[in-house]
């Protein structure tokens, strides 16, 4: 079973920033919490990946609580494009497989 | 990021044909590659796992001897589906990770082959 809970279904307004919101209370001291999309009927797009510290990188920023049991991906300035849905996924350092839950389906409206 | 190529991203089969899948990583070496399946309005749920030089490790449920996947460079992993049924009908994917010295980086996925069986 996959270790995180996100929301089903997000909608946002174009241009405003999106937060995508993921529970991963049972994660482990080593484990990474990874985000990615799927754009319908196309492969997972990595988006950001962090272990303790607050990341950022040009598609995101992802958010860790200090307890570590959840977190929030940010994006800054949503677009049509950014429509998909978004996968919030713990693993070892990329080394061992990704369980993938249900994402949460985020729909941007102009 | 890397580049991951999976060819073809659209395939129709008859029943009974087998179908080949390539999944290509192409400008890194991926020691590790990983098979997804998915179906509609469904997540991905791992297939197997295959390392460069050995024997694929598939989930369970998968059938090894219709599934079967060669891994045979660090640049090449391809699963192909034996005797295909219309239930096999679905989105394949594959993903690849990267070896720089001992840190493993994100994994990185090909677009995807749907395969109809009819």
């Known amino acids: 079973d996959a270790k995180t809970t996100q929301p089903p279904s997000m909608d946002c307004a174009e241009g405003r920033a999106a937060n995508l919101p993921c529970n991963h209370s049972?994660?482990?001291?080593?484990?990474?919490v990874y985000w990615y999309r799927q754009i319908h009927s196309q492969g997972p797009q990595y988006i950001i990946h962090?272990?303790?510290?607050?990341e950022t990188n040009e598609m995101a920023s992802l958010i860790i609580t200090e307890d570590r049991k959840s977190s929030t991906l940010i994006l800054p300035h949503a677009t049509l494009r950014d429509t998909a849905v978004y996968y919030c996924i713990v693993s070892y350092d990329s080394n061992y497989q990704l369980i993938w839950g249900a994402g949460t389906k985020l729909i941007i409206k102009p | 990021g890397a580049v991951v190529s999976q060819h073809p991203s659209r395939v129709i089969c008859k029943s009974g044909t087998s179908v080949k899948i390539e999944c290509r990583s192409l400008d890194f070496q991926a020691t590790t590659m990983f098979w997804y399946r998915q179906f509609p309005k469904q997540s991905l749920m791992l297939m197997a796992t295959?390392?460069?030089?050995?024997?694929?490790?598939?989930e369970q449920g998968v059938e090894k001897d219709k599934f079967l996947i060669n891994h045979a460079s660090l640049t090449l992993s391809t699963l192909t589906v034996t005797s295909a049924h219309p239930e096999d009908s679905s989105f394949y994917i594959c993903?690849?990770?990267?070896?720089?010295?001992?840190?493993?980086?994100?994994?990185?996925f090909g677009q995807g082959t749907r395969l109809t069986v009819v």
């Open positions: 295959s390392n460069e030089g050995s024997k694929a490790t598939y």
């Open positions: 049972t994660i482990s001291g080593n484990e990474y």
């Open positions: 993903s690849a990770r990267e070896t720089l010295g001992a840190r493993w980086t994100e994994a990185f």
């Open positions: 962090g272990l303790k510290n607050n």
